[in-house]
């Protein structure tokens, strides 16, 4: 039996951040910021088309199969611990502070079990883990991956500092760069990447949403 699906599930970004009175006519006020998922559109990412040959597991935003050459087989992803979901925060207020909006959890709901862990399984390269942080997002130093519940399928990361090593609780919020000017946000992102989840027994199609 053959599920297809496009398996990115569904994804509740537990975001509380919407910190102060917007500032879109000046930039000198509280924080406005907003984050939102995304699948980076580069080669070995986008939705999952389909399950793996057993349907028992499956990375999440691992792109369309692609030929491996020496096999003659399609895979997706591939390389180990491929798939990539991005988040992305964009400030369209003032500056930030230790405090506005301070020490900020989002919390990533997938819907299905996790099967794979932040600590070398199944292997160092293809664990969970966060990458390629740009604008005020530095991997490691103010973005962490807090807790996992892999049986409820969820990821906690923090946002602050300090966030090393993987499972540390920041105590200080991050000073975001306030917006250029009044029309356009100062833009920061992060990848999650190498996540798998379990799809046995599952009777329906999982789908993006």
Not at 41 to 63: C, D, K, M, Y
Request: some cysteine.
């Amino acid at each position: 039996m053959t599920l297809k699906r496009l398996l990115m599930p569904v994804l509740v970004l537990g975001i509380m951040f919407m910190m102060g009175s917007m500032a879109f006519a000046q930039v000198t006020g509280p924080t406005s910021i907003n984050c939102g998922l995304s699948v980076p559109l580069n080669a070995g990412a986008g939705s999952t088309p389909r399950a793996t040959a057993n349907g028992h597991t499956e990375p999440i935003a691992a792109g369309p199969p692609v030929l491996d050459v020496p096999s003659g087989a399609k895979v997706s992803p591939p390389t180990p611990g491929g798939g990539t979901l991005r988040v992305t925060c964009i400030n369209a207020g003032g500056p930030g502070t230790p405090t506005d909006p301070g020490v900020v959890a989002l919390t990533i709901s997938l819907g299905v079990p996790i099967t794979n862990t932040t600590s070398g399984h199944p292997s160092a390269a293809a664990q969970i883990r966060l990458a390629n942080g740009t604008g005020d997002f530095v991997v490691g130093t103010n973005v962490g991956i807090n807790t996992t519940n892999y049986s409820a399928g969820t990821i906690v990361i923090g946002l602050g500092t300090p966030n090393a090593p993987t499972g540390a609780t920041p105590t200080t919020g991050i000073n975001f760069t306030a917006a250029p000017n009044a029309t356009t946000g100062f833009v920061s992102s992060f990848d999650l990447m190498g996540v798998l989840v379990s799809v046995n027994a599952r009777r329906v199609e999982l789908v993006q949403r």
